[in-house]
């Protein structure tokens, strides 16, 4: 035996006790009862989220002086990759699991009491700091706390807008950002000027694939993890114009990437074949059993990849209700018309049954929009490149900031007048 050996030894026993005995009881708990699709769903969520707050957490602890590692092989950036991995299951895919039988606010009490009695015996792997505490109650705030709720809600199929917006952060930051991070240098950043024009072409690139996401909760009832779907087939939004534009995002961002650091390249590359072949596939299958000849006629009429520059004559429905004594709304009303709307019809908002104060766009299901919104949704139904700017106008703080400005500018509510009866 090497004189190194007695330490390697318990070395080796902390970095299997950090993997193993998270593990082991999820495995358990998923023999003892299969989790259903939603458990499935708030397992991946948990986990994602735990994982993208950990990295940080780490990468600041070992800044500060929280704690830090010293470990051999399986490092990256200084963290041992499997105490990552166990940490994130430990905070994520186990409690989603444990929700079965304990309440939020016990899981949170008991997986940190249980972080911070195994935190000082994780040495020598895990030196702590002086000051450690306060990252162990960093991580249980900004890492456990969200991944817990995020889990629950999505067990109970509660506030699915929320939860749509923590998917597409979570899609973001697993498949783009930490990947990016891992492969692209820090050395490589390019200059001010490029990086400029790259940051717009990736906010560009974003749209479609958060509009689409949005359009899943606002009008399909879901979300866009397959372990929690839409119930309803959605044909409005990005879908008017192309099948598939979550994943023409993610083909678009790397894209832009890889012309920033060509390795990346190989991600646009990935994502099309696992687009075009395995989710083709998976999802093809699940929404032909879920929506029989309502998707075969959508698949016949939208491309997957390419977009239509025009929506599909077969889209969802819409009514703009424009109030005839506002000359703004009289205007965006006349605007819209004339550029000759797809399944789009402009109506005098006296006739809708309630008193309407704003431009209102109001869908078949009877959803229903107002003000920016309303002009951002009927934007959708011209061409494409109104429909980008649609969906740009949407996005929660700009359409706040527009709709503020539009009515400082005099476009604020106002009831409308009902008409007259006819003698």
Same mark, same amino acid.
């Given at each position: *035996?090497?004189?190194?050996?007695?330490?390697?030894?318990?070395?080796?026993?902390?970095?299997?006790?950090?993997?193993?005995?998270?593990?082991?009881?999820?495995?358990?708990?998923?023999?003892?009862?299969?989790?259903?699709?939603?458990?499935? /769903?708030? *397992?991946?969520?948990?986990?994602?989220?735990?994982?993208?707050?950990?990295?940080?957490?780490?990468?600041?602890?070992?800044?500060?002086?929280?704690?830090?590692?010293?470990?051999?092989?399986?490092? %990256?950036?200084?963290?041992?990759?499997?105490?990552?991995?166990?940490?994130? !299951?430990?905070?994520?895919?186990?409690?989603?699991?444990?929700?079965?039988?304990?309440?939020?606010?016990?899981?949170?009490?008991?997986?940190?009491?249980?972080?911070?009695?195994?935190?000082?015996?994780?040495?020598?792997?895990?030196?702590?700091?002086?000051?450690?505490?306060?990252?162990?109650?960093?991580?249980?705030? /900004?890492?456990?706390?969200?991944?817990?709720?995020? /889990?629950?809600?999505?067990?109970?199929?509660?506030?699915?807008?929320?939860?749509?917006?923590?998917?597409?952060?979570?899609?973001?930051?697993?498949?783009?950002?930490?990947?990016?991070?891992?492969?692209?240098?820090?050395?490589?950043?390019?200059?001010?000027?490029?990086?400029?024009?790259?940051?717009?072409?990736?906010?560009?690139?974003?749209?479609?694939?958060?509009?689409?996401?949005?359009?899943?909760?606002?009008?399909?009832?879901?979300?866009?993890?397959?372990?929690?779907?839409?119930?309803?087939?959605?044909?409005?939004?990005?879908?008017?114009?192309?099948?598939?534009? *979550?994943?023409?995002?993610?083909?678009?961002?790397?894209?832009?990437?890889?012309?920033?650091?060509?390795?990346?390249?190989?991600?646009?590359?990935?994502?099309?074949?696992?687009?075009?072949?395995?989710?083709? %596939?998976?999802?093809?299958?699940?929404?032909?059993?879920?929506?029989?000849?309502?998707?075969?006629?959508?698949?016949?009429?939208?491309?997957?990849?390419?977009?239509?520059?025009?929506?599909?004559?077969?889209?969802?429905?819409?009514?703009?209700?424009?109030?005839?004594?506002?000359?703004?709304?009289?205007?965006?009303?006349?605007?819209?018309?004339?550029?000759?709307?797809?399944?789009?019809? !402009?109506?005098?908002? /006296?006739?809708?049954?309630?008193?309407?104060?704003?431009?209102?766009?109001?869908?078949?299901?009877?959803?229903?929009?107002?003000?920016?919104?309303?002009?951002?949704?009927? *934007?959708?139904?011209?061409?494409?490149?109104?429909?980008?700017?649609? %969906?740009?106008?949407?996005?929660?703080?700009?359409?706040?900031?527009?709709?503020?400005?539009?009515?400082?500018?005099?476009?604020?509510?106002?009831?409308?007048?009902?008409?007259?009866?006819?003698?």
């Amino acid at each position: *035996m090497t004189a190194g050996a007695p330490a390697e030894l318990p070395a080796l026993a902390v970095r299997g006790a950090a993997l193993f005995p998270p593990l082991l009881p999820m495995v358990a708990l998923c023999l003892w009862r299969a989790p259903g699709r939603r458990e499935t /769903a708030a *397992m991946i969520v948990a986990t994602a989220w735990s994982l993208l707050a950990l990295v940080p957490l780490n990468l600041v602890a070992l800044h500060v002086g929280w704690w830090s590692f010293h470990a051999e092989g399986a490092v %990256w950036k200084g963290i041992p990759v499997d105490l990552l991995l166990g940490w994130a !299951v430990l905070w994520g895919a186990l409690p989603a699991l444990a929700l079965r039988c304990l309440p939020v606010p016990l899981l949170v009490v008991s997986l940190v009491w249980i972080d911070t009695l195994f935190m000082p015996l994780a040495e020598p792997v895990v030196v702590l700091g002086p000051w450690w505490i306060l990252g162990e109650s960093a991580g249980a705030l /900004a890492g456990l706390i969200p991944a817990l709720l995020l /889990a629950h809600w999505t067990r109970c199929g509660a506030l699915v807008h929320a939860r749509v917006w923590a998917q597409a952060f979570l899609a973001l930051g697993t498949t783009v950002v930490l990947p990016v991070a891992a492969v692209a240098p820090v050395a490589a950043a390019p200059s001010a000027p490029v990086l400029s024009v790259a940051l717009q072409a990736l906010a560009l690139a974003c749209l479609p694939g958060l509009a689409a996401a949005r359009e899943f909760a606002a009008v399909g009832g879901g979300t866009p993890l397959p372990y929690d779907p839409p119930v309803r087939l959605v044909t409005s939004g990005p879908y008017a114009y192309v099948r598939n534009p *979550m994943q023409v995002t993610m083909v678009c961002l790397y894209t832009v990437l890889g012309a920033l650091h060509p390795p990346l390249f190989l991600g646009a590359a990935a994502v099309l074949a696992y687009g075009a072949g395995l989710a083709a %596939w998976h999802e093809g299958g699940q929404l032909r059993a879920a929506f029989g000849k309502s998707w075969e006629h959508y698949r016949r009429g939208v491309r997957p990849w390419v977009p239509r520059w025009r929506p599909w004559p077969d889209r969802a429905e819409g009514n703009l209700y424009v109030a005839a004594d506002c000359a703004v709304c009289r205007g965006t009303g006349a605007w819209v018309e004339a550029r000759g709307p797809v399944r789009l019809r !402009v109506l005098p908002a /006296a006739g809708h049954p309630e008193v309407l104060y704003r431009l209102t766009y109001e869908d078949t299901r009877g959803n229903r929009w107002s003000g920016i919104a309303a002009l951002a949704r009927a *934007m959708d139904h011209l061409h494409l490149g109104w429909a980008l700017a649609g %969906w740009a106008l949407s996005l929660p703080l700009v359409r706040h900031a527009v709709q503020l400005c539009t009515d400082a500018l005099g476009a604020g509510p106002r009831p409308s007048r009902r008409e007259p009866a006819a003698p």
